[in-house]
């Protein structure tokens, strides 16, 4: 009996074992499968070559961002707890340094597209970009918008419109803006400050600064605006004539641009301020 027994578990352990292995077979398989459909869908975001198409976000789930082409004249929003540093490039691509967490959303309407630096005290990942200055890489020609708050925006070499809002941190802009754009820089507690600006129109503001332009065109329209600091303009030596309006309570007005007619009012230029000095110059 007792040989009988040893026999027909060794037949039960051989089935057994041939069962199993053609389960862990099949479980490979399966796993294959699943993998090779995870790298056809990893392929989705690029060409070929793995390069970005247009809109692709490309970099890991759960919102760390790394690159992005977008057309030349298409609007990106870059939106922040913080501060942001946005450099133009002859690139097709929006990217961040290297260790900055970002969300992206390439869906927007009319070829907008947003770039979010999340603020998490709480979160390792997003604790950098409170109150920071993350650097972000555009295709020079964008329509560029930022809101940030709680410090500043610096803006460098993108020739294009620009929309620039921060609370409590200055607005700083140096070789940027295009000749026939709108240009709107904007802060709150703290300076507007551009050099080498270019506009058909621009407008500067804030309430405790100063407001400081160095342009490179002459705009149609110049409206610069604080109440405790200065707000001074500098335009091209060949300015044309200006219908100007500057005023102050406590400081003085300088303006050596020359004044346009009584009837022509195509360039006009305003300054205002209530603790602080207006000036215009021509450079």
Not at 156 to 181: M, Y
Request: aromatic share 2%.
């Amino acid at each position: 009996m007792t040989s009988s027994w040893s026999r027909t578990s060794r037949r039960d352990r051989e089935r057994e074992s041939r069962r199993g292995g053609r389960a862990a077979r099949a479980a490979g398989c399966s796993l294959v499968v699943a993998l090779l459909a995870l790298t056809a869908c990893g392929h989705s975001d690029g060409d070929r070559d793995g390069r970005p198409l247009p809109g692709a976000a490309r970099g890991e789930s759960g919102g760390e961002f790394e690159r992005a082409a977008v057309a030349h004249g298409s609007r990106l929003v870059i939106t922040t707890e913080g501060g942001v540093r946005v450099v133009g490039t002859d690139d097709d691509s929006v990217t961040v340094e290297d260790g900055t967490f970002a969300h992206w959303d390439g869906d927007g309407d009319a070829g907008t597209h947003t770039l979010d630096l999340p603020c998490d005290q709480g979160d390792d990942r997003t604790r950098d970009n409170c109150g920071g200055m993350p650097l972000v890489h555009v295709p020079a020609g964008v329509t560029l918008t930022v809101r940030a708050r709680n410090a500043g925006i610096d803006v460098s070499d993108v020739r294009g419109e620009l929309s620039l809002s921060t609370v409590n941190g200055d607005v700083t802009v140096q070789d940027s803006g295009a000749k026939e754009a709108r240009q709107h820089l904007v802060t709150r507690n703290g300076s507007v400050r551009a050099t080498g600006l270019a506009g058909r129109g621009v407008g500067a503001e804030t309430v405790n600064g100063d407001v400081d332009l160095l342009c490179t065109t002459s705009p149609d329209t110049l409206d610069g605006v604080s109440r405790n600091g200065s707000v001074r303009v500098t335009l091209p030596a060949d300015a044309p004539p200006y219908a100007t309006d500057t005023r102050t309570v406590n400081g003085r007005s300088t303006v050596d641009v020359p004044a346009a007619g009584a009837t022509d009012h195509r360039y006009r230029l305003t300054l205002r301020t209530v603790n602080g000095d207006t000036e215009a110059h021509r450079g």
